[in-house]
């Protein structure tokens, strides 16, 4: 049963955790600040993790042809960023975007008004400028 909770990336882990899911990186993106984005092709979606301290703390999720994501999309999205014993609940965000929180409070999904991108991040995570 452990081995069927660890098959699915999540905010919190390592690298190789990160590479048992989406398989190895595609493209190393550099480092900006403290954070260091490497990028990942898994199933339909682009992926973009950004690392602090070699810890997944925000992943980005698109299509290879930035085409918008379908409702469908994002609950795969959502399914798969799941901690064992979480849910998701939809909240407010800011003009057109959509936001949810996991309910360990720990995790947070944005889905920007643009409709091409999915975010699911650490609650502390800053995206360096």
Same mark, same amino acid.
């Given at each position: 049963?452990?081995?069927? *909770?660890?098959?699915?990336?999540?905010? !919190?882990?390592?690298?190789?955790?990160? $590479?048992?899911? =989406? *398989?190895?990186?595609?493209?190393?993106? !550099?480092?900006?600040?403290?954070?260091? $984005?490497?990028? =990942?092709?898994?199933?339909?979606?682009?992926v973009v993790v950004s690392y602090v301290n070699g810890i997944s703390e925000r992943e980005g999720f698109t299509k290879p042809d930035t085409s918008p994501m379908t409702d469908q999309n994002i609950k795969d999205i959502l399914s798969i960023s799941t901690a064992e014993g979480t849910t998701w609940q939809e909240g407010q965000a800011n003009g057109g975007d959509k936001m949810w929180s996991r309910s360990d409070k720990k995790v947070v999904a944005i889905f920007p008004s643009i409709g091409k991108f999915v975010f699911v991040q650490d609650i502390n995570f800053v995206q360096p400028k």
């Open positions: 049963m452990i081995l069927a *909770g660890t098959g699915f990336a999540r905010i !919190g882990d390592d690298q190789k955790q990160i $590479e048992s899911r =989406y *398989g190895q990186a595609g493209k190393d993106l !550099g480092e900006h600040g403290n954070v260091h $984005e490497i990028g =990942y092709v898994w199933e339909p979606f682009l």
